[in-house]
């Protein structure tokens, strides 16, 4: 089943893009979240290798089971052909109700039909405090006029 946009990119596509994926992670639900991927998608998320569907499903499962209240912001920042990069920023809670702000990049590459074939993830962890929190929409995808990383100074 195809998932627009298609590649190759154009920048309006490929912003597209980017949001369509912001918006799904912020649902918070792995099987819709793998859905966007290839059966045989294979990602690198920090130092942990994952390939396949039930092991894409499986890990989102674990990774929000520990970060709580996740609201996660993804800019545009380069596309050639069927590839994208992006910067991240997402913040969560912990169980002992500490907060974080985690920021990353992430190189995807995309099958014909618009679906990740694959993903490398770099991030990293800063503990924050509850007041400089920046995400603070309700839970579920980012509000239209919410702004994003560069107007936020991220």
Same mark, same amino acid.
């Given at each position: 089943?195809?998932? &627009? #946009?298609?590649? &190759?990119?154009?920048?309006?596509?490929?912003?597209?893009?980017?949001?369509?994926?912001?918006?799904?992670?912020?649902?918070?639900?792995?099987?819709?979240?793998?859905?966007?991927?290839? #059966?045989?998608?294979?990602?690198?998320?920090?130092?942990?290798?994952?390939?396949?569907?039930?092991?894409?499903?499986?890990?989102?499962?674990?990774?929000?089971?520990?970060?709580?209240?996740?609201?996660?912001?993804?800019?545009?920042?380069?596309?050639?052909?069927? =590839?994208?990069?992006?910067?991240?920023?997402?913040?969560?809670?912990?169980?002992?109700?500490?907060?974080?702000?985690?920021?990353?990049?992430?190189?995807?590459?995309?099958?014909?039909?618009?679906?990740?074939? =694959? =993903?490398?993830?770099?991030?990293?962890?800063?503990?924050?405090?509850?007041?400089? =929190?920046?995400?603070?929409?309700?839970?579920? &995808?980012?509000?239209?006029?919410? &702004?994003?990383?560069?107007?936020?100074?991220?």
């Amino acid at each position: 089943m195809p998932r &627009p #946009p298609l590649p &190759p990119f154009d920048a309006a596509s490929a912003a597209i893009k980017v949001r369509l994926a912001e918006d799904a992670w912020n649902t918070r639900a792995p099987e819709q979240v793998a859905a966007a991927y290839t #059966p045989d998608s294979q990602w690198r998320n920090r130092a942990e290798f994952v390939t396949g569907t039930p092991a894409i499903v499986a890990f989102l499962t674990a990774k929000w089971a520990r970060e709580r209240d996740y609201r996660l912001v993804k800019e545009l920042w380069a596309f050639e052909g069927a =590839r994208i990069a992006v910067r991240f920023a997402y913040e969560y809670r912990d169980g002992a109700g500490d907060w974080f702000r985690a920021y990353g990049n992430e190189n995807w590459e995309f099958a014909p039909d618009g679906r990740m074939r =694959r =993903r490398i993830a770099s991030i990293n962890d800063l503990a924050i405090s509850e007041a400089d =929190r920046l995400f603070r929409w309700p839970l579920g &995808p980012r509000p239209v006029d919410h &702004p994003g990383l560069t107007a936020l100074g991220l």
